[in-house]
C-alpha cells in the first residue's frame, strides 16, 4: 500500500527567502506527482505535475523535483511571498486497473511566510 | 478555465439521514473521483468512476456510499445512513488523461450532528 510522507509538518520563514519542502513515497511505480496548494477550508488548487519519466517541472517561482528510484520529490519556492502561506501538499498517482488513476496524498506542510 | 464546481458547499444533516453531495466535473473529462478530508488529517480516496461504472474504490467506500452520473454532467455522491464520523470536506475531481493533472472542487463540507 502506497504511504507518502512529507517532511516538515510547518515551516515558518521570513518574507524572501528560497525554501525546499519535501515529499517521499514507499512505493515506486507512480504514474504521476502532483503538489497542490490548500488554502484554510478551501479547495485543491494544482501548482505542479511531474509524470515519472520526468525529472523537475517548473512554474514561476516553483521548481519540482521527481527521483522516482529513491521515492522522493522536493518543491524549491524561490523569493517567498506573504501570499505563498498555505499548506502545500504532495499526491502521486498510481495506475490500478482500467479506469483509476487514484492519488495518495500525504498530510501536508504548512508554510508560513512572514513579512 | 474550465473548473469542476460541488454544491452545496456546506451541508448540516442529523445522524442517520441520507445525503446526496453533487458535483459538475469539467465537461470533456472521463475519469471522475470523490476524496474526502476528515479535520486535521489527510485527503483520502474513497471512489473513481470511469466508462458509467466504479473503476476503484477504498475500503472506506462501504455499502452505505453509491456514486451516480445520472445525465452525462452530474456527478453525485450518496450517504444512504450518515454517522457522525461521516463529518469531512467531500472533494470531487476530475481528470482527462491520465497524463494530466486532476482538477479539484472546492468542497462541501459535511457536518453530521
Known amino acids: 500500500k502506497q504511504e507518502v510522507t512529507q517532511i516538515p509538518a510547518a515551516l515558518s520563514v521570513p518574507e524572501g527567502e528560497n525554501l525546499v519542502l519535501n515529499c517521499s513515497f514507499t512505493?515506486?511505480?507512480?504514474?504521476?506527482l502532483q503538489w497542490f496548494r490548500q488554502d484554510p477550508g478551501k479547495g485543491l488548487t494544482s501548482l505542479l505535475l511531474?509524470?515519472?519519466?520526468?525529472r523537475e517541472q517548473t512554474s514561476g517561482r516553483l521548481n519540482a523535483s521527481l527521483d522516482k528510484s529513491s521515492g522522493r520529490s522536493t518543491l524549491y519556492i524561490a523569493a517567498s511571498q506573504p501570499g505563498d502561506s498555505a499548506t502545500y501538499l504532495c499526491a502521486v498517482s498510481s495506475y490500478s486497473g482500467a479506469g483509476s488513476y487514484q492519488l495518495t496524498f500525504g498530510k501536508g506542510t504548512k508554510l508560513s511566510v512572514i513579512p | 478555465e474550465p473548473e469542476v464546481t460541488q454544491t452545496p458547499s456546506h451541508q448540516v444533516t442529523q445522524m442517520g439521514q441520507e445525503v446526496i453531495l453533487r458535483c459538475v466535473p469539467i465537461s470533456n473529462h472521463l475519469y471522475f473521483y470523490w476524496y474526502r478530508q476528515i479535520l486535521g488529517q489527510k485527503v483520502e480516496f474513497l471512489v473513481s468512476?470511469?466508462?458509467?461504472?466504479?473503476?476503484?474504490k477504498s475500503e472506506i467506500f462501504d455499502d452505505q456510499f453509491s456514486v451516480e452520473r445520472p445525465d452525462g454532467s452530474n456527478f453525485t455522491l450518496k450517504i444512504r445512513s450518515t454517522k457522525l464520523e461521516d463529518s469531512a470536506m467531500y472533494f470531487c475531481a476530475s481528470l482527462g488523461t491520465g497524463n494530466q493533472p486532476q482538477h479539484f472542487g472546492d468542497g462541501t463540507r459535511l457536518s453530521i450532528l
Open positions: 511531474i509524470q515519472s519519466s520526468q
Open positions: 468512476f470511469y466508462n458509467n461504472e466504479i473503476s476503484e
Open positions: 512505493d515506486s511505480a507512480i504514474y504521476n
